[in-house]
């Protein structure tokens, strides 16, 4: 017999505790992040400060027709093929009444992002942790209401800011951090995503919506999160005729531009191109790009510039992907022959998950743990990933979605303000002589 590899865990003797999980949606999302770090975290398990090593297991599935979650468990590793599977509009409802749903510790959202929030309400008033993909929620509303729900049933909720844990962008936080880029004036972020994905993997969906607030969230995250300051206004405009009607409401791409104010005064504007209807045949695939320009300096990323080209002869670009980033999300065999897969987007589940052991299985013996509200209040103290950190983020989504409905409507060229004279986020529209209330209370602090 082959010895253990160095990095797996023997979960047989070394797992200290169990974490049962759930999840909701079941498509490409999935299959990128969440089902390599339930196929490796069940094996092998990973380690939590302040709780010890800790498994975690894929213990239900929630899905509108369960199809690809029957296809899984065909083609599962061993041991990862026993969870329980739910259909139709009422699968969580379900779940969570049930004998499965009862011994669950944390819900996995992964639906389309207009369906968040009722998927994240159940499962928070079944006492469940929840990890949210991005957009978090649509409205300042619902946020308000999940972080209410949160602090009565003493429950982390968390959104899966990816993006965050990419090196790239984590070095460029800390070049802020520490003075060497100073006062950031203004920014331009850029994701172009193919046809396939727009019109083929997210067509059942994408009617109504825009690619916007499915993916410039993640640069508005990274936007607030790495400079700081107040979000001042959102403006956006769009395209529209490829994914649906030209006079219609849903958008091929858009251009949302976001202006911040600093406490010395001065403003910074950050323009987020977002698309999903790019050429197939493009050969960046997935194209991202970021340049943010300060007093002293300039940042450029560019997942083309930093990354790896590939041609298979009859595979790329539509079966295997020509630009490959596996600071993403990476296959391989290691030097010692174990197969892993690894990469930022499956870090930011694996982290949730060790704050969940954290919150609910540390000890105050373990030397970084007190009691569990203190571990709890501690996690949501980490703003990268915090309900009342995401307040600015929702509010541009927000905006953003008000805007291109008034110009689905025939006005045109909104423009949303951020806790002004007439309320928290109000949408000014030309012609009008007074906004459109979208949120009463202030989306800062006073």
């Not at 300042?140 to 209401?145: R, S």
């Not at 990933?385 to 979605?401: F, I, T």
Request: contains cysteine; glycine residues 10%; negative net charge.
């Amino acid at each position: 017999m082959s010895p253990l590899p160095p990095t797996s865990i023997s979960t047989t003797h070394a797992a200290r505790h169990h974490l049962r999980a759930a999840m909701v949606g079941f498509g490409m999302i999935f299959d990128e992040t969440y089902r390599p770090f339930f196929e490796q975290a069940g094996r092998r398990g990973f380690l939590s400060p302040g709780a010890g090593v800790t498994t975690c297991e894929l213990a239900a599935v929630v899905s509108l027709t369960g199809r690809r979650a029957e296809a899984y468990k065909g083609n599962a590793p061993a041991g990862m093929a026993s969870f329980a599977s739910f259909t139709g509009e009422e699968g969580l409802r379900d779940l969570l009444a049930g004998e499965v749903g009862a011994s669950l510790d944390a819900v996995c959202i992964a639906t389309p992002d207009d369906r968040h929030f009722a998927a994240a309400r159940a499962a928070l008033v079944a006492g469940k942790h929840v990890l949210i993909e991005k957009p978090l929620v649509l409205s300042l509303a619902e946020l308000d209401e999940l972080e209410a729900l949160a602090a009565q049933k003493q429950r982390l909720v968390r959104v899966v800011y990816h993006k965050l844990f990419d090196p790239d962008h984590k070095r460029l936080r800390t070049l802020v951090v520490d003075g060497v880029l100073s006062h950031v004036n203004h920014g331009y972020c850029s994701l172009l995503e193919p046809k396939s994905v727009g019109l083929g993997q997210f067509a059942a969906w994408n009617q109504g919506r825009n690619p916007g607030t499915y993916v410039a969230c993640h640069y508005l995250k990274l936007i607030d999160f790495t400079f700081g300051g107040r979000l001042f206004s959102v403006s956006a405009t769009g395209q529209r005729g490829l994914a649906g009607p030209v006079d219609g409401d849903t958008w091929d791409s858009t251009q949302l531009r976001v202006t911040y104010a600093y406490p010395d005064g001065r403003t910074a504007s950050f323009d987020i191109h977002t698309s999903w209807v790019t050429p197939d045949n493009f050969p960046g695939y997935v194209e991202q790009e970021v340049q943010f320009r300060f007093d002293n300096g300039v940042w450029n990323g560019h997942s083309r510039k930093r990354g790896v080209e590939l041609t298979v002869e009859g595979r790329t670009p539509h079966e295997l992907k020509t630009t490959v980033n596996t600071h993403y999300n990476g296959t391989a065999i290691e030097p010692w022959g174990e197969r892993t897969q690894r990469g930022y987007g499956i870090e930011a589940i694996e982290q949730f998950f060790r704050e969940v052991a954290y919150v609910e299985h540390g000890t105050e013996e373990s030397g970084v743990g007190g009691t569990r509200e203190e571990r709890l209040q501690e996690i949501n103290s980490r703003p990268f990933a915090s309900l009342a950190a995401d307040r600015p983020v929702v509010a541009a989504v927000q905006a953003l979605e008000a805007i291109l409905a008034a110009a689905a409507a025939g006005q045109p060229d909104g423009v949303v303000r951020v806790d002004d004279r007439a309320g928290g986020l109000t949408l000014w529209l030309p012609g009008d002589e007074e906004p459109r209330i979208l949120h009463v209370p202030a989306v800062y602090e006073r």
